[in-house]
């Protein structure tokens, strides 16, 4: 397929429309098939299904980038692809090779080249692998079969009037059991978050922010998003937890804090009734980047970082960093940034 799609690039959001192709591998008799492309956007897949009632599945999150050249770069799939093989070990489902995991993104962005938003409209291609556990098993144990999909959909910029901060609200749910799921990318985890997100929503706040489970005396998660705040002294501090899902946009402000902003980072506990340690804060993930938190509401009381209506200044040079890197006007480190050849 070729030529123009009519699309506002500049007024997209984050919505599902059917592009051209996606790419689809089959896990039988214990070992992946070639896969390929389809232009079939249906999934025909046993009732009895793993992924249908138990959950047995993964799913990931990353973006094409298209450069001022024209050129279109993903931005660190290996650390996607890796992410995606330890969800898979954690629910019992065979691994996806990375290079098999790249080579379907590569192939889904290449096939769907019209629908990757030009540079300057801050739109992108967003891509969303998954695997399920397909096939005729209704006991609770792993699927005798599974599907590797690759989709992508055409996403505009998070914040179209430029970033602006939003307010969160400490959630009374927790999203995660000390030694759970956590830390990989499974469905059932954000199943579980649907509720506190619309109670967070009704009561006018953007999303919530979870505590440790076992104590709950520590930020684990900004909503589905990590949490990093910037001290007084200009420190980028990040939570750490074996049940925070470890955020590749996280780990790359934490490089980018050290290595192009000259910060000092630490990754450590953060207490909910220490926020004041904290003159900036944010929620960070693949969607946004970064979303400026400008205060949480804790115990009744809303406490402010910068400002409810303005971006602080390392914050906005963090983001301006960051996404300079992810569209080529920065120089990435090294592997950071893999060209997809049109
Ligand atoms: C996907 C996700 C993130 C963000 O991860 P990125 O790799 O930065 O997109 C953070 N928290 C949760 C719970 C997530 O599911």
Redesign the pocket.
């Known amino acids: 397929m070729s030529g123009n799609v009519n699309i506002d690039w500049s007024n997209l959001g984050f919505n599902y429309i059917k592009t051209d192709f996606r790419y689809i591998s089959r896990w039988k008799d214990g070992k992946w098939d070639e896969g390929g492309l389809v232009e079939d956007n249906m999934l025909r897949i046993s009732e009895a299904s793993t992924a249908l009632h138990y959950g047995q599945q993964c799913f990931?999150?990353?973006k094409a980038y298209r450069r001022k050249d024209g050129k279109v770069q993903l931005f660190r799939p290996d650390?996607?692809a890796k992410?995606m093989q330890n969800s898979c070990k954690r629910v019992l489902m065979p691994e996806v090779p990375v290079d098999k995991f790249i080579d379907a993104c590569k192939k889904v962005v290449k096939a769907n080249a019209r629908f990757i938003p030009p540079y300057g409209t801050g739109g992108t291609f967003y891509l969303r692998p998954m695997v399920i556990g397909v096939g005729d098993t209704i006991g609770v144990k792993p699927a005798q079969e599974y599907i590797f999909c690759v989709f992508g959909i055409p996403v505009g910029a998070y914040f179209k009037g430029g970033m602006a901060p939003v307010n969160m609200e400490v959630a009374k749910y927790d999203?995660?059991a000390p030694f759970g799921t956590?830390a990989v990318?499974v469905g059932g985890?954000?199943a579980g978050?649907l509720y506190p997100h619309e109670e967070a929503a009704a009561r006018g706040f953007a999303d919530c922010v979870y505590l440790d489970p076992a104590t709950h005396t520590k930020i684990e998660?900004?909503?589905?998003?990590?949490f990093f705040g910037i001290t007084k002294e200009k420190h980028f501090v990040t939570p750490t937890s074996p049940s925070?899902?470890?955020?590749?946009?996280?780990?790359?402000l934490l490089h980018v804090a050290k290595e192009y902003l000259g910060m000092a980072v630490e990754e450590r506990d953060v207490f909910i009734d220490k926020l004041d340690e904290f003159s900036e804060a944010g929620?960070?993930?693949?969607?946004a980047?970064i979303s400026p938190i400008g205060g949480i509401e804790y115990n009744g009381k809303l406490h402010v970082f910068y400002s409810e209506t303005e971006v602080g200044p390392v914050t906005k040079e963090l983001y301006k960093t960051l996404v300079g890197i992810q569209f080529g006007d920065i120089d990435a480190p090294a592997g950071w940034v893999v060209e997809v050849e049109l």
């Open positions: 990931e999150g990353l650390m996607n992410r999203r995660a956590g990318k985890n954000y978050s998660e900004a909503g589905a998003a990590n925070i899902l470890p955020s590749i946009t996280k780990i790359s929620a960070c993930g693949t969607a980047v």
